[in-house]
DNA sequence: GATTGTGAAACGCTTCACAGCT
DNA sequence: AGCTGTGAAGCGTTTCACAATC
């Protein structure tokens, strides 16, 4: 028994906060591009405004990790990037499957910002025969017959569902059963996972229905854009956040 | 004047809650699969279970609405759908562009979820000329020196941006200059916008990492699987939530 | 008896503001 | 003088629990 924490208290994986594992990606490819241009060490101002949040909660976000900056000078960029490569995992090799090589599936496949995480592309699984060893991105697609052996020849623990939201779940079951723990599904599903194992949905058209309504708002207002006059108007915010990052990711804990 | 506030005291539009507004293109997604199958009425618990929330969190959504439901009863499936719909802004037909016209631009316009939302792709916009005229999902490509009149014609505000990264700021510039006012961006970069436009973006790669800290986590706890017995192990977590959901969507007011 | 709608409590995240270090 | 690291306050969201309603 232990603990006898039965659900869980919330998701905050040894500390820190799921907010803030969901902005260190974003600072991870700030720091990437400061690291390429040889920059040497930047402020948590400058940093913020490349990531696109505000510096008080980049510097908390840091706080978590440890005390990384050197007062009065910044964060050396290196380091920062190392650590928090390994804080996300991304020292390690992930080999990752990709079930469903529709557009969507074959568009990930060829999406180069995975290979330059960490994430290894390890296979290309789709269920239509006529699909089967014909190369996408390089890799031959595989039939789903042999989901299975394939997850666990390679090790596979994450998995990416890109199939019609019909054959979603049956295909989590298949690889759940066969060792991932977690799925990135762009199904439009929600999928039922045993205990233990993570799921993140991507939904595209949810995200251009949050659009909408905040689109639908505006037409309705028009005078807030009228009456503050003309001088302050066309200002870039460069440093707003923005899309769904300021996250509650509320990853299944499941 | 007014009300004075500068800064806008946080994105909640006509007091709804941005979480609540995130949720609501779920409730509809279940509500209308419930209507396919002819369901007349749902009770909160069955309908947050399909949804993927739990039942306290959904009634406190829909009171934001009004009071839509029937005490012992549950809520009238039809009139959810409808409400919900208005609500959103889906009564309406949203012209959308969809600019870069790769691999994932093509699986966002061949994707069947916007149009079965109010969304249609008014048209696909691509760099390359050699794409010009080549049809997408049915649609015609056209070549992007035409953004700023495709965009004043068919009165398009929401724009996709699926280019590379580095096209996407001039991309989003051109959009914001020719009426845009609400933003999907595909592409891996901070996006800087004048006010009053919407930002929100999906990054592929950042989901994964998400994932990644996690599964690495699970790698470092090898105890509380094993001791708490062999029972209640795998029992499927049905209304559990899941992925980018439970978002504080920070609709970047700009 | 069942189920909604909602105050109030609990929780987590963000922001403030400044002490502490270089 | 400059910038980090962080307690404490402020806010928005979730959850609880029950009165109101059918």
Redesign the pocket.
């Known amino acids: 028994m232990a603990t006898g924490r039965t659900h869980r208290?919330?998701t905050?994986s040894r500390g820190i906060?799921?907010?803030?594992v969901a902005r260190l990606p974003l600072y991870l490819r700030a720091l990437t591009a400061l690291s390429e241009r040889s920059v040497p060490t930047?402020?948590?101002?400058e940093l913020a405004a490349a990531a696109g949040?505000?510096?008080?909660?980049l510097?908390?976000d840091?706080?978590y990790l440890g005390?990384?900056?050197?007062?009065?000078?910044?964060?050396d960029v290196e380091y920062l990037v190392y650590q928090i490569s390994r804080e996300l995992g991304l020292t390690q090799d992930w080999p990752v499957v990709i079930v469903g090589i529709g557009n969507l599936g074959a568009a990930l496949a060829n999406y180069g910002g995975f290979a330059s995480r960490g994430f290894r592309v390890a296979a290309l699984i789709d269920a239509d025969p006529a699909m089967a060893g014909k190369p996408v991105a390089g890799i031959p697609v595989q039939h789903s017959d042999d989901l299975e052996k394939i997850i666990e020849d390679n090790g596979v623990s994450i998995g990416v569902i890109a199939t019609p939201a019909g054959a979603a779940q049956p295909v989590c079951d298949r690889l759940v059963a066969a060792g991932v723990t977690s799925i990135l599904n762009f199904a439009p599903t929600v999928l039922s996972v045993p205990d233990g194992v993570d799921v993140r949905k991507v939904d595209l058209s949810i995200e251009l229905q949050i659009l909408a309504f905040h689109e639908q708002r505006k037409a309705g207002e028009e005078h807030a854009a009228a009456d503050g006059g003309g001088p302050a108007a066309a200002t870039r915010t460069d440093s707003a956040e923005q899309g769904p990052d300021?996250d509650?990711p509320a990853v299944m804990p499941a």
């Open positions: 208290p919330a905050r906060p799921e907010a803030t930047v402020s948590s101002e949040v505000n510096s008080a909660k510097r908390k840091f706080s005390s990384y900056g050197t007062r009065g000078v910044g964060y300021g509650v």
